[in-house]
């Protein structure tokens, strides 16, 4: 694991989830068909097609990582177990903002109602479980509250 120092502050899972973002991008734009309308060279254009030709085997080695390393805590599938929780463990309808915004809540994407900001993700040992990754979901920008692609979580949780 990187830890990041910022002004004096370790910031450790800030750099793990930037990179797992970026391994992903990598390895998934690969294999895309060569005339695979989202084969793009373009960093902001990334979606659920991406985790769909991810290889099933850097997609568990990447959560295996999160797990061991968060114990337990961070991770694609503790996201799945508590998106299934969610759902009475049933696959829920990720379409439905009422199971989005009670996730949010449960990972503490949410507080008191409003999606964070980008600047208040929290990088630390402490967060709650499920916290992260988010980047590789993220679809705002850094000033913005964050917007999470759901149909990338929906991808992850069932290729795990």
């Known amino acids: 694991m990187i830890i990041i120092i910022i002004i004096g502050h370790f910031i450790p899972w800030k750099s793990p989830d930037l990179e797992t973002a970026k ?6 734009h690969k294999e895309l068909p060569e005339n695979s309308p989202y084969k793009t060279y373009l960093t902001n254009s990334f979606g659920s097609e991406y985790i769909k030709v991810l290889p099933r085997k850097d997609l568990n080695n990447i959560n295996k990582l999160w797990l061991k390393y968060s114990n337990g805590r961070f991770g694609f599938s503790a996201q799945k177990r508590i998106w ?3 759902g009475d463990g049933y696959n829920t309808t990720y379409n439905s903002y009422e199971i989005q915004k ?5 990972v503490g994407w949410r507080k008191e ?4 900001y980008y600047s208040d993700i929290y ?17 705002s920008g850094k000033s913005e509250r964050c917007h ?13």
């Open 23 to 28: 391994i992903i991008y990598v390895i998934s």
């Open 84 to 86: 299934k929780r969610l």
């Open 102 to 106: 009670k996730f949010g809540d449960e």
């Open 113 to 116: 109602g409003n999606w964070l």
């Open 123 to 139: 990088y630390w040992r402490t967060a709650l479980s499920g916290h992260l990754p988010i980047l590789l979901m993220l679809r």
């Open 148 to 160: 999470i692609d759901f149909e990338i979580l929906k991808v992850l949780v069932e290729r795990i």
